[in-house]
């Protein structure tokens, strides 16, 4: 069977910019059910957790749901474990405490509002590169080639030390190693040339420290992080960073350019956009659901009883539009006062880099309308072809004109 | 009103800094949040009602005026997950 053939997993399905009916059908039988998620040999039931406090309840509650659980009943998780296999040290979200807590704080301080803010300057130079290829190109233009993916990954080369230079290269094998249309031969091959790469940008700034992410952490914290750990790291802020802003830009300009009243609200006032970034976090909540958890122990939750060892996925888009979140949660309404939305998490995973995201967001958003107040869609709305293949759900191209 | 942070709970998301930079603040070593005024005028009120409800670990409550924990206007209470400091 080729890759395309396969069915697409019942909790990334979607129509449009809603949920799937599939998805609203089984919620309304109650806020926790026992689904094959993509029905087929090797498929095992598990839980799929629909309803809002549900949600919240399992991300807020580390000692009884375990992402980490998956890689071993009592394996002590870092670079000291036999369990965990390598690619994976690193990755945050597949930690529990006390390990989880130890990267976590080392991590935290490099993150915060203020440390963001002194990359903006440089975000805002590579959104408006971004925006001047597109007008050199002229109308009509993929807004999905040209912004929505061209942004997120020269931010994060930025964030991480990637030289200006190499980014070209690592971006192309970073896309190639975790892009999900490839065979598994050619990911692992571009998987191993990314890493490598990744392992040497480590190697340097051990030896010689700059002033960038990487550069402080080994500063403040050298021998406190193996170098497979550092690696990982800078694999988890690809991840958690690539698909999901993209996803966000595309699907987001989509959405505005389909409410034109509520762009024009965003575009003729840049303080409604803090608002705005808030309201199409929530309404079109890209990621399609956390790391799965193992529940710990026996525990009932929405009224079913979870056993010790099953696995539990939370669906962020429907958490979002759970009328117990907030009022007719399926109209887009960019003026709302914020709610507590989980499309960044919740809980001791919550998104470590949620305050980089929200800042490229309004920066990128903000520039796009300046810059072309006139945007509209160049296609008609309903042959946009959405990106459903991928981690975080998006739009494939976009065409538009100005 | 007056307001409590718990920073074992925290886990450094700087949403409350951003809204209510006059009540919080992010500390520039660990990353968490910072108590500037644990008791705000009536002005800030609101929005340090609506981060309590935000914040994404229940780090932040709000005491006194006999309003319940982490309430904001209308929205759902912060639920009180079971604790684990982290």
């Known amino acids: 069977m080729s890759y395309d053939a396969e069915p697409i997993p019942l909790h990334t399905r979607r129509a449009r910019f809603d949920p799937a009916g ?89 993150f915060t509002v203020r440390r963001m803010r002194r990359l903006q300057p440089r975000i805002e130079a590579l959104v408006t590169e971004c925006l001047d290829t597109m007008e050199r190109a002229g109308p009509p233009a993929d807004l999905v080639e040209l912004f929505a993916s061209a942004i997120p990954g020269p931010v994060l080369c930025e964030l991480i030390g990637v030289p200006r230079d190499d980014r070209g290269d690592f971006l192309r094998r970073c896309h190639a190693h975790l892009g999900t249309g490839r065979g598994r031969q050619e990911r692992t091959a571009a998987g191993s040339a990314f890493t490598r790469y990744l392992a040497a940008l480590v190697a340097r700034q051990r030896k010689d420290p700059d002033h960038g992410f990487l550069g402080t952490l080994v500063r403040d914290h050298g021998p406190e992080f193996t170098d497979k750990e550092l690696r990982g790291i800078c694999v988890l802020l690809m991840l958690a960073g690539l698909d999901n802003i993209s996803g966000m830009l595309g699907l987001g300009a989509l959405a505005l350019l389909e409410n034109p009243g509520q762009l024009a609200v965003v575009r003729d006032d840049p303080e409604a956009m803090d608002r705005a970034v808030e309201e199409l976090l929530r309404y079109l909540s890209v990621p399609h659901a956390p790391t799965p958890r193992t529940a710990v122990e026996d525990v009932t939750l929405g009224g079913k009883l979870i056993r010790a060892g099953e696995t539990l996925v939370c669906s962020i888009p429907m958490a979002n539009r759970d009328p117990a979140l907030i009022a007719e949660p399926d109209r887009l309404d960019v003026t709302r006062e914020p709610v507590p939305h989980v499309a960044f998490g919740h809980g001791i995973h919550h998104c470590l880099g949620a305050a980089l995201a929200r800042m490229e967001l309004r920066i990128a958003y903000t520039a796009l309308l300046r810059r072309f107040p006139a945007l509209r869609l160049a296609t008609p709305a309903e042959d946009v072809v959405f990106r459903v293949r991928s981690t975080a759900y998006g739009v494939e191209r976009l065409p538009v004109a100005w | 009103m007056e307001v409590r942070v718990d920073r074992d709970r925290c886990a450094g998301s700087g949403l409350c800094v951003s809204y209510a930079p006059e009540v919080f603040d992010q500390s ?59």
């Open chain 1, 22 to 110: 599939e998805l609203r059908r089984l919620s309304a039988q109650g806020p926790v059910t026992r689904v094959s998620l993509a029905p087929g040999p090797g498929d095992r039931p598990l839980w799929l957790v629909t309803g809002y406090q549900e949600v919240r309840q399992v991300l807020g509650d580390q000692a009884r749901f375990s992402t980490g659980r998956r890689f071993g009943p009592r394996t002590p998780a870092g670079g000291h474990d036999g369990h965990r296999p390598d690619d994976g040290i690193g990755l945050l979200m597949d930690y529990d405490p006390p390990e989880h807590t130890r990267l976590r704080r080392m991590l935290t301080p490099e």
């Open chain 2, 28 to 86: 520039e070593d660990d990353g968490k949040v910072l108590l500037k005024e644990p008791l705000p005028g009536t002005g800030a009120a609101g929005a340090v009602r609506a981060m309590a409800a935000r914040c994404p670990t229940g780090a932040i409550t709000v005491h006194g005026h006999g309003h319940a924990h982490g309430h904001g206007h209308g929205e759902p209470a912060a639920p009180r997950e079971p604790s684990e400091a982290v």
